[in-house]
């Protein structure tokens, strides 16, 4: 259980261009889930907070028109890289958090990322 | 702010060796204290967690236990395989903090035969 998938698993676009990366929670529910960037031999950088049916939270320093975040339904956030640029180039994660009633702690389940290469 | 420590790596350990990676933290609220472990080119896997003090957190042969009088939670298996080769993040989620996950930098592990 707690299977979050990415689609893509890579992308390559040409400098510009807008890239949409889709984040889905498998066999359960995510009202929050959580968009970060890593650069290489890196740790997390959180991007975004994406809550279901509101306006998503942007960590200082991140571009909210740059990086858009939709996150429709329960199961599906969606991050638009727009007029992406070499800089925006690097590794994508999404994670949901499954929250169980009643529990002490959430946790958050990480997808498998998305290699963004922008040339 | 919180903020997760984590030793340097690379960790370069030959098979059956015992393994320890040290994590200390600083954190405002009582955290909930994670290991990940994410393999090359693979998003993160939770490995284990621990949710209050003293708790031991375990999964595959690895273990950590909470231990709030020195802020630590620091990763043990007694002994590591070729395949346990990957980097290893310690976190923790401050409940004051929207349960937003703080990282370390990450300590890459190597096993060798």
């Known amino acids: 259980g707690a299977v979050v998938s990415q689609h893509p698993s890579r992308v390559i676009c040409k400098s510009g261009t807008s890239v949409k990366i889709e984040c889905r929670s498998l066999?359960?529910?995510?009202?929050?889930m959580f968009w970060y960037r890593q650069f290489p031999k890196q740790s997390l950088m959180l991007m975004a907070t994406?809550?279901?049916?509101?306006?998503?939270?942007?960590e200082q320093g991140v571009e909210k028109d740059k990086f858009l975040i939709n996150h429709a339904s329960l199961t599906l956030s969606t991050l638009t890289v727009t007029s992406a640029h070499p800089e925006d180039s690097s590794f994508y994660i999404c994670s949901a958090r499954d929250q169980i009633a009643g529990a002490i702690t959430d946790t958050q389940y990480f997808g498998p990322g998305t290699r963004l290469t922008v040339l | 702010g919180d903020s997760v420590t984590q030793m340097e790596g690379p960790v370069t350990l030959s098979e059956e060796a015992f393994l320890t990676i040290n994590c200390t933290y600083t954190a405002t609220g009582y955290p909930s204290l994670f290991w990940y472990v994410q393999y090359p080119g693979e998003g993160l896997q939770l490995l284990l967690k621990?949710?209050?003090?003293?708790d031991k957190g375990s999964n595959k042969g690895f273990e950590a236990t909470y231990r709030k009088e020195t802020t630590s939670f620091h990763l043990e298996k007694g002994s590591v395989q070729v395949s346990d080769s990957a980097v290893y993040f310690c976190?923790?989620?401050?409940?004051?903090?929207?349960?937003?996950?703080?990282f370390g930098t990450g300590t890459q592990l190597k096993v060798e035969l």
């Open positions: 994406s809550n279901e049916g509101s306006k998503a939270t942007y």
């Open positions: 976190a923790l989620s401050d409940t004051g903090g929207g349960n937003k996950l703080t």
């Open positions: 621990a949710t209050k003090a003293d």
């Open positions: 066999d359960f529910q995510a009202t929050t």
